[in-house]
């Protein structure tokens, strides 16, 4: 079992950056790739970016291509989304996620995730 917990959601002025983090415990962090996603109420969850177990591939969803940036420290267990230039459209409760899938083409399905966190709130006022 893995256990994921988020942080750093908060809320803040459109333009402004956030730094979320996803924290693991349980198995070998480093044998799991990683994502982000995030819905809205009433909606899908929605992709955000996704990271394979080696580091080498990243993915992003469409609307956070650009601005958003994934990446993780195996030494710390810890996986981390940089979003930078927020709109209002982020809001959003942002899930972190892993997974033994090993290819980049499985990240962006929410059926592919095999542990989610609980998620924390972000919000971002024009």
């Known amino acids: 079992q893995v256990q994921l917990v988020e942080s750093g959601g908060g809320s803040v002025q459109a333009g402004d950056s956030l730094r979320l983090s996803c924290a693991a415990s349980?198995?070998?962090?480093?044998?799991?790739?990683v994502a982000w996603f995030r819905q809205t109420p009433g909606k899908e969850r929605e992709f955000v970016g996704g990271?394979?177990?080696?580091?080498?591939?990243?993915q992003y969803g469409d609307s956070t291509q650009g601005r958003f940036t994934i990446s993780r420290d195996n030494s710390k267990n810890t996986m981390y989304l940089q979003m930078n230039n927020l709109k209002p459209e982020d809001t959003a409760v942002y899930y972190c996620?892993?997974?033994?899938?090993?290819?980049?083409?499985?990240?962006?399905?929410?059926?592919?995730?095999?542990?989610w966190g609980k998620g924390t709130l972000v919000t971002v006022s024009s």
């Open positions: 990271m394979t177990w080696t580091g080498r591939s990243t």
């Open positions: 349980g198995r070998t962090f480093s044998d799991l790739s």
């Open positions: 996620a892993a997974t033994y899938s090993t290819t980049s083409q499985a990240l962006a399905t929410t059926g592919n995730m095999d542990y």
